[in-house]
Nanobody, 115 residues
Framework: QVQLVESGGGLVQPGGSLRLSCAAS????????VSWYRQAPGKERELVAG???????NYADSVKGRFTISRDDAKNTVYLQMNSLKPEDTAVYYC?????????WGQGTQVTVSS
């Protein structure tokens, strides 16, 4: 059974940090590009960061210098380290695995940045 399971979300104060995890099972994770997306209430889902199967990375301008994406293929897991969090980072964060036309999504994890 194919699964992508996000974890690590929660409530954090502005300026704080969180590390999200995306754990994969049921498919050859190491050959997939993995991305983190987020969706805030009333807004469209947007790309936050992505990492290819070869380790190439890209980031949305809004998170450059604050967020870091990484992968551990031995653990079938991708991480999103989020530092200097802002209230506008509040959203449900989703991970997506993609290879060609095959796409898998996780169920999402809530991140709330508030004092």
């Amino acid at each position: 059974q194919v699964q992508l399971v996000e974890s690590g979300g929660g409530l954090v104060q502005p300026g704080g940090s969180l590390r999200l995890s995306c754990a994969a099972s049921g498919f050859t994770f190491s050959s997939y590009a993995v991305s983190w997306y987020r969706q805030a209430p009333g807004k469209e889902r947007e790309l936050v960061a992505g990492i290819t199967s070869f380790g190439g990375k890209n980031y949305a301008d809004s998170v450059k210098g604050r967020f870091t994406i990484s992968r551990d293929d031995a653990k079938n897991t991708v991480y999103l380290q989020m530092n200097s969090l802002k209230p506008e980072d509040t959203a449900v964060y989703y991970c997506k695995g993609a290879r060609g036309r095959t796409v898998y999504w996780g169920q999402g994890t809530q991140v709330t940045v508030s004092s």
